[in-house]
């Protein structure tokens, strides 16, 4: 797969992808990212790709042109074109399943008060990462990158996403390592029996009941 992100700010990438599952997955090529700066694409000398909205208002607004072209310069047939926008569709884990599928993912970050509203005469569709306001589409996309790169295959072990939260509707179960007694608080007694089945049994139950508690909404 290959993941180009459009954005202003190019150097909050940096530590993203050269960390942990994401730095591996680069290395091992089972994802390319690249970071395009679409200051680049500015037609203005001082480099400007933002300015004042039409009407009055607070803010400035990121300007069609230099974020339409660098698309552009990136566009290929199956290239999926991505605006990152608290006005999108909810992003969820079936999302991140769907998206893994592509070959080409392209993610505009938006920047300040937002973009001229034409962007999205040139956009495939829009994800929110929830109702709250962020300074940027820099986290939407690494977010959104994140979930999609550790679903491709051999970036992780399968059984690892299988049975997290979300899969078939469910929350994880509750997980516990060493020590086995810490200031009272003890490990389940099933969990260190060695009984596979009866482990199995046990988290499927931790699973309903935890959903049931937390997250009914995902059991309808
Ligand atoms: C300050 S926000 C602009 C908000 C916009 N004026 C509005 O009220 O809908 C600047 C940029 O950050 C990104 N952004 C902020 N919150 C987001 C969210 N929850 N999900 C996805 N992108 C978000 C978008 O790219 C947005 O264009």
């Keep these: 797969m290959k993941i ?11 530590n993203f992808l050269s960390e942990s599952i994401i730095k591996r997955a680069i290395e091992k090529k089972q994802v390319e990212i690249n970071i395009i700066n679409f200051r680049d694409f500015s037609h203005l000398n001082n480099s400007q ?33 991505i605006l990152m926008c608290p006005q999108g569709k909810t992003y969820k884990q079936e999302h991140a399943v769907e998206l893994k599928n592509e070959h080409h993912l392209i993610l505009v970050c938006g920047h300040y008060e937002g973009f001229d509203e034409r962007i999205r005469q040139f956009v495939d569709e ?11 589409g820099e986290i939407p996309a690494m977010a959104v990158v994140d979930s999609v790169v550790r679903l491709l295959d051999g970036v992780i072990k399968k059984e690892s996403y299988q049975e997290e939260s979300f899969s ?4 994880d179960y509750p997980t516990y ?9 003890k490990v389940p007694d099933v969990l260190l029996s060695g009984n596979h089945a009866k482990i199995e049994e046990w988290r499927k139950e931790q699973q309903l009941k935890k959903t049931a508690e937390k997250r009914k909404d995902l059991m309808n």
Excluded: H, W
């Design 177 to 185: 390592t060493k020590p086995r007694d810490f200031r009272g608080l």
């Design 126 to 136: 829009e994800i929110s990462i929830g109702d709250y306001i962020l300074t940027g």
């Design 4 to 14: 180009d992100i459009l954005t202003l700010f190019p150097n909050m990438f940096e």
């Design 49 to 81: 790709v933002d300015d004042t909205p039409y009407g009055g208002g607070s803010g400035m607004v990121l300007m069609v042109e230099p974020l339409v072209e660098a698309i552009e310069s990136c566009k290929q047939k199956d290239s999926k074109v």
């Design 168 to 171: 078939n509707n469910l929350l």
